[in-house]
């Protein structure tokens, strides 16, 4: 049949088929009938009886807005192929379903439709019986070829009705049909085999298959739950998503997979920072295609002339969107179906919820970053900026051995156009000039306003050194143009200093010293470029001298460990020490190691360095985390050690010779450590993390793709940087970023960490935020391991204050 024809037409067709065939088999078993012997009445009787009871008993289980109906009729034609001649049992079964109808007449076609199948279906059970003997094995291939045939000619029915395919409407349900069948075949041969002594124990039949139904019901009915709520679990939890557009996504497939409706329309309520979306799934025939809207639409995105259920996204503000589902016919779900919905909704409410906390931190955060690192009046980035990204541009000219250059621009006689003409006109120039010297290097690097009439321009990935020479030459010819400032014609010279990594320095602070000493060289000339020279700088030597120095510290033990508590703020308990690394140089005292790791990290040092440290660190707090297995010990890593193949070997070897678990290893990174190669630092991790060591992302917020590098890095910890926490308790927008911080942590399942917490105050504040753990001089200072145990020992209990009991000298 063609998919086009008019659904009428081809019922009709189906139905007069149906009539004739039925037409057919009564005639064949009359006149086979008429031939045979007449049994008893009292067996017709009991046949017809059993036949009505069995078909009129009846379980329904929903599938979409269609509705699967099972009976008893397969257990009834056993018994009556077993008691009665195939022709004779034809003719019973056959009147007996014409009575069963009775109660569809008010639906003419429908009731006659099904007597006709059930007709068609008998006498195809009383031939095979016929042809091939009453054996068990025939009669049940007798009672399932009628089950097949029913379910074969329904489904036709309900395709040509919805202009579907045959075949996928017979397929839906197609198992749990021959599961029944067989399961009622089953029960029809045990009855059958009961009565065999004496008919008189078919009395017993009534009670026993009303048992049968009972129990039937309960398990199909309980199998049927099982898997709604198995359903509802699997799409709970996939609704852990950051965005709303996944969530939306998620929650329309397992709304379409757990309900069954024709289409899913999910409406999602305007956020007030956000316009508000719809979204819908709607099916064709057996096609199911994907709708996107917004609130601006007018008119509901899907439109459906049958039954819609519905149920609220409730918000802590009050009802934030809704779920609706439509079916093609009326519909009426069950009191299961409805919890289901219920609590499928609320968890739709906590998933839509999550991820607009994470889109306003998202938001937030990237507010931050610009107005942390880009200058207010020109809009150019600032120097903070300019430092993370001349870092990273010096880790990927290192990786790769090229160059990278920095420029210091300054402009001459600035000061005299502002005394002259006004600080405004002095603001225009600096506009004007900031606009000149980004469409001159756009494309090639970046360029920043550090302050006053002083600019800088990054280049990285050059070839080599020259090539900052003819920008800087370049940029002199653009600014020497004059500038009209409001009618104004301004022209203006400027100085510019140039170095660049790795001939004039390692650090992206020493190439702006350098380039700052080039500058001073280029005024001295006005309106002139200067490139660096050593001969010219008497302190070139000590960063090489110092790496040296570092070397032989490492042989000579002179690289010291302190050790600073991280504590539980709950309980008030350490349950962390992080390891912090100091240079007891003999003639110029304790170095930090914002004094020396750089050097480590561009001379080679950088595997050596943090192997030393790792192991005297393990070492000496070995005893503290035998001691006590919840306690953890913390490492920074450095970008060069995230490029290192080797590092999970050299943990796991320091791990093992001291009898360490991995879990209480942890191994703090920053954002801007991955940035270099995140491919490599990636694979790096994820060994690491087979090691069982916990990963800790240090000073979040402040690098470039924090929150993406949460998706991309598989951590267990943030830790807030000192920056917003020390701002946090004056400050609305710093305590607002703890907020978001700490609530974005925990919705990841992620522990956080405060960092720099140097007063009660904040303390108290990050309490009533939520936050888990902190550290910070109110805490505990970085310490030698013998003052950390001297601090355990003689502690002594104040308000809210942590202790340290959890160390001891073991």
């Known amino acids: 049949m063609t998919t086009g024809a008019p659904a009428n037409t081809r019922l009709a067709g189906l139905l007069r088929l149906m009539f004739a065939a039925a037409g057919l088999v009564l005639v064949g078993a009359g006149v086979a009938a008429w031939r045979s012997d007449r049994p008893s009445p009292y067996s017709l009787l009991l046949v017809a009886a059993v036949f009505v009871a069995c078909r ?24 009556a192929l077993w008691m009665l001649a195939p022709s004779w049992a034809v003719l019973v079964l056959a009147l007996a379903a014409a009575v069963t109808v009775g109660r569809l007449w008010s639906q ?29 094995l025939v009669l049940v291939l007798a009672t399932m070829a009628y089950s097949v045939w029913s379910g074969w000619a329904v489904s036709c029915a309900v395709a040509f009705s919805q202009n579907d395919a045959i075949t996928p409407v017979w397929l839906r349900g197609l198992a749990l049909r021959v599961l029944v069948g067989l399961g009622n075949t089953s029960v029809g041969l045990g009855v059958g085999y009961l009565a065999a002594d004496s008919l008189g124990m078919l009395l017993l039949l009534p009670p026993l298959l009303g048992l049968v139904f009972l129990a039937d019901h309960s398990y199909l009915r309980a199998h049927q739950e099982r898997d709604r709520w198995q359903q509802l679990e699997v799409a709970s939890k996939a609704l852990n998503r950051l965005d709303e557009r996944s969530v ?20 999602i309520h305007d956020d007030p920072e956000e316009s508000g979306a719809r979204y819908a799934y ?47 016919g009326p519909v009426r779900l069950s009191r299961r179906e409805r919890q289901v919905l219920s609590t499928f909704a609320h968890t739709l409410s906590t998933a839509v919820v999550h991820s607009r906390l994470h889109a306003r931190v998202l938001r937030e955060a990237s507010r931050h970053e610009y107005e942390a690192s880009h200058d207010h009046l020109t809009g150019l980035t600032n120097r903070a900026f300019l430092l993370r990204a001349g870092a990273a541009a010096i ?54 306003r550090l302050g006053g009439d002083e600019f800088a321009v990054l280049l990285p990935g050059l070839e080599n050194p020259q090539v900052a020479d003819l920008v800087a030459d370049r940029l002199l010819e653009i600014l020497a143009q004059p500038m009209d400032c409001e009618g104004i014609k301004l022209s203006v010279e400027a100085s510019i200093g140039v170095a660049a990594f790795p001939d004039d320095g390692l650090e992206v602070d020493e190439l702006l010293r350098r380039a700052d000493i080039a500058m001073y060289e280029a005024k001295e ?19 090489l001298s110092l790496a040296a120095e570092l070397r032989a510290a490492l042989e000579n033990d002179e690289v010291v460990l302190h050790f600073q508590p991280q504590v539980d703020l709950a309980s008030g308990r350490v349950v962390g020490i992080e390891v912090l690394s100091r240079w007891q140089h003999p003639t110029r005292g304790l170095l930090g190691p914002a004094e020396f790791i750089p050097v480590a990290d561009h001379t080679g040092l950088a595997r050596a360095f943090t192997a030393h440290v790792l192991e005297q660190g393990v070492a000496t707090a070995a005893g503290w985390l035998r ?6 010990l913390a490492v920074n890593l450095s970008a060069r050690n995230l490029l290192d193949r080797q590092l999970p070997d050299d943990v796991a070897r320091v791990l093992a010779k001291h009898g360490v678990a991995g879990r209480q290893l942890v191994l703090e990174i920053t954002e801007t450590s991955v940035v270099s190669d995140v491919e490599l630092a990636a694979h790096v991790l994820a060994d690491l993390r087979s090691l069982g060591v916990e990963l800790s992302v240090d000073d979040f917020g402040t690098g470039y793709s924090s929150l993406a ?27 607002a970023i703890v907020r978001a911080t700490v609530e974005l942590g925990h919705s990841l399942g992620l522990r956080v960490v405060a960092e720099g917490v140097e007063d009660s105050l904040t303390r108290d504040l990050l309490v009533d935020l939520g936050c888990d753990r902190a550290q910070g001089y109110l805490l505990g200072r970085p310490v030698p391991a013998e003052e950390l145990l001297l601090a355990a020992s003689a502690q002594v209990p104040a308000p809210r204050r942590p202790h340290l009991s959890v160390l001891s000298t073991g």
């Open 282 to 328: 709607v099916r064709h025939g057996a096609d199911w295609r994907i709708l996107e809207g917004t609130m601006a639409h007018t008119g509901p995105t899907v439109q459906s002339s049958g039954r819609v259920h519905s149920a609220p996204l409730e918000g802590s503000v009050g009802t934030i969107g809704e779920l609706r589902l439509g079916f093609g």
């Open 525 to 543: 000339s006005r309106g002139a470029a200067r490139h660096y020279r050593s001969d010219r700088d008497p302190s070139n030597f000590e960063r």
């Open 395 to 448: 880790d990927a000219s290192a990786a790769v051995g090229s160059c990278t250059g920095l420029l210091l621009i300054d402009l001459d006689h600035f000061k005299e156009v502002n005394d002259a003409l006004g600080h405004g006109t002095g603001d225009r120039l600096l506009r004007e000039v900031a606009g000149r010297l980004l469409h001159a290097v756009r494309g090639e690097g970046t360029v920043a």
């Open 56 to 79: 009129t008993t009846t379980l329904h289980i929903r599938t979409g807005h269609d509705a699967e109906s099972f009976d008893w009729s397969e257990t009834a034609i056993v018994i």
């Open 709 to 735: 590098l949460l998706q991309r890095i598989a951590v267990n910890e943030i830790k807030v940087d000192r920056s917003f926490v020390a701002r946090a308790h004056g400050s609305h927008s710093d305590r």
């Open 627 to 632: 001691a006590d297995p919840q306690l953890s």
């Open 108 to 136: 003419p076609r429908k009731a006659m439709f099904n007597a006709a199948v059930a007709t068609v279906g008998v006498g195809l059970s009383g031939a095979l019986v016929g042809i091939l003997g009453d054996s068990p």
């Open 248 to 267: 939306a996504d998620e929650a329309l497939r397992a709304a379409r997979d757990l309900f069954l409706p024709d289409w899913v329309e999910l409406v």
